[in-house]
Protein backbone atom coordinates (compact mmCIF):
# COMPACT_ATOMS: atom_id res chain seq x y z
CA UNK A 1 0.00 0.00 0.00
CA UNK A 2 1.52 3.64 -1.25
CA UNK A 3 0.92 6.33 1.44
CA UNK A 4 0.91 10.15 0.05
CA UNK A 5 1.23 12.87 2.47
CA UNK A 6 0.94 16.25 0.72
CA UNK A 7 2.09 19.53 2.15
CA UNK A 8 2.87 23.26 1.03
CA UNK A 9 -0.39 24.71 -0.12
CA UNK A 10 -1.51 28.09 1.41
CA UNK A 11 -3.15 31.25 0.80
CA UNK A 12 -0.67 33.25 -2.25
CA UNK A 13 -0.99 36.59 -3.77
CA UNK A 14 -1.06 36.49 -8.03
CA UNK A 15 1.67 36.60 -9.57
CA UNK A 16 3.48 34.63 -6.64
CA UNK A 17 4.91 31.07 -6.04
CA UNK A 18 4.37 27.80 -3.62
CA UNK A 19 5.65 25.14 -4.01
CA UNK A 20 3.98 21.82 -2.76
CA UNK A 21 5.70 18.34 -1.85
CA UNK A 22 4.32 15.12 -1.28
CA UNK A 23 6.05 12.35 0.44
CA UNK A 24 5.41 8.67 -0.05
CA UNK A 25 5.96 5.08 1.47
CA UNK A 26 5.37 1.73 1.70
CA UNK A 27 6.83 1.07 -2.05
CA UNK A 28 10.03 1.77 -3.71
CA UNK A 29 9.24 5.40 -4.45
CA UNK A 30 11.67 5.32 -7.70
CA UNK A 31 9.46 2.85 -9.78
CA UNK A 32 6.26 4.83 -9.39
CA UNK A 33 4.62 7.29 -11.33
CA UNK A 34 3.64 10.70 -10.13
CA UNK A 35 1.10 13.12 -10.77
CA UNK A 36 -0.12 16.09 -9.69
CA UNK A 37 -4.48 16.60 -9.65
CA UNK A 38 -5.92 19.86 -8.80
CA UNK A 39 -9.56 20.09 -8.34
CA UNK A 40 -11.56 23.54 -8.18
CA UNK A 41 -14.82 24.08 -6.35
CA UNK A 42 -17.59 22.69 -8.31
CA UNK A 43 -15.26 20.93 -11.30
CA UNK A 44 -13.62 17.68 -11.94
CA UNK A 45 -10.05 16.69 -11.01
CA UNK A 46 -7.71 17.67 -13.50
CA UNK A 47 -3.89 16.50 -14.62
CA UNK A 48 -1.82 19.41 -13.57
CA UNK A 49 1.55 17.43 -14.15
CA UNK A 50 3.10 13.98 -14.23
CA UNK A 51 6.69 12.50 -13.97
CA UNK A 52 7.14 8.85 -14.73
CA UNK A 53 10.18 7.01 -13.00
CA UNK A 54 12.64 7.84 -15.75
CA UNK A 55 11.88 11.30 -15.01
CA UNK A 56 9.70 12.43 -18.34
CA UNK A 57 7.23 14.95 -17.84
CA UNK A 58 4.03 16.38 -18.95
CA UNK A 59 2.29 19.21 -18.04
CA UNK A 60 -1.50 20.40 -18.95
CA UNK A 61 -1.63 23.38 -21.25
CA UNK A 62 -3.19 25.61 -18.77
CA UNK A 63 0.43 25.22 -16.09
CA UNK A 64 3.26 25.40 -19.32
CA UNK A 65 5.85 27.38 -18.48
CA UNK A 66 4.78 27.95 -15.14
CA UNK A 67 4.87 25.17 -12.79
CA UNK A 68 7.60 22.79 -12.85
CA UNK A 69 7.71 18.80 -11.26
CA UNK A 70 10.62 17.25 -10.50
CA UNK A 71 11.64 13.84 -7.81
CA UNK A 72 13.88 13.42 -4.81
CA UNK A 73 14.22 9.52 -5.20
CA UNK A 74 15.89 9.63 -1.94
CA UNK A 75 13.68 11.68 -0.07
CA UNK A 76 10.67 9.44 -1.75
CA UNK A 77 9.33 13.08 -2.69
CA UNK A 78 7.66 14.70 -5.53
CA UNK A 79 7.58 18.39 -5.92
CA UNK A 80 5.33 21.37 -7.72
CA UNK A 81 7.20 24.52 -8.29
CA UNK A 82 4.37 26.97 -9.14
CA UNK A 83 5.14 30.25 -10.28
CA UNK A 84 3.41 33.27 -11.35
CA UNK A 85 -0.01 32.06 -9.86
CA UNK A 86 -3.27 33.04 -10.77
CA UNK A 87 -6.57 32.85 -8.98
CA UNK A 88 -7.85 30.09 -11.45
CA UNK A 89 -4.48 28.18 -9.86
CA UNK A 90 -7.05 27.92 -6.59
CA UNK A 91 -7.86 24.42 -6.06
CA UNK A 92 -6.60 21.29 -4.02
CA UNK A 93 -4.07 19.88 -5.16
CA UNK A 94 -3.89 15.79 -4.86
CA UNK A 95 -0.98 13.84 -5.41
CA UNK A 96 -1.04 10.68 -7.02
CA UNK A 97 1.24 7.50 -7.64
CA UNK A 98 1.04 4.43 -9.45
CA UNK A 99 2.11 1.15 -9.42
CA UNK A 100 1.33 -1.39 -11.08
CA UNK A 101 -1.94 -0.02 -13.37
CA UNK A 102 -2.65 0.89 -9.92
CA UNK A 103 -3.27 4.49 -8.57
CA UNK A 104 -2.85 5.93 -5.10
CA UNK A 105 -3.95 9.10 -4.06
CA UNK A 106 -3.31 11.49 -1.18
CA UNK A 107 -5.63 13.57 0.81
CA UNK A 108 -4.87 16.69 -0.82
CA UNK A 109 -4.00 20.31 -0.04
CA UNK A 110 -5.32 23.88 -0.68
CA UNK A 111 -3.96 26.76 -2.90
CA UNK A 112 -5.59 29.93 -2.79
CA UNK A 113 -4.69 32.40 -4.84
CA UNK A 114 -6.02 35.45 -4.11
CA UNK A 115 -5.05 39.26 -3.32
Known amino acids: QVQLVESGGGLVQPGGSLRLSCAASGATFSLLAMSWYRQAAGKERELVAG???????NYADSVKGRFTISRDNAKATVYLQMSSLKPEDTAVYYC?????????WGKGTLVTVSS
Open 96 to 104: KARRYGMDY
Open 51 to 57: ITSTTST
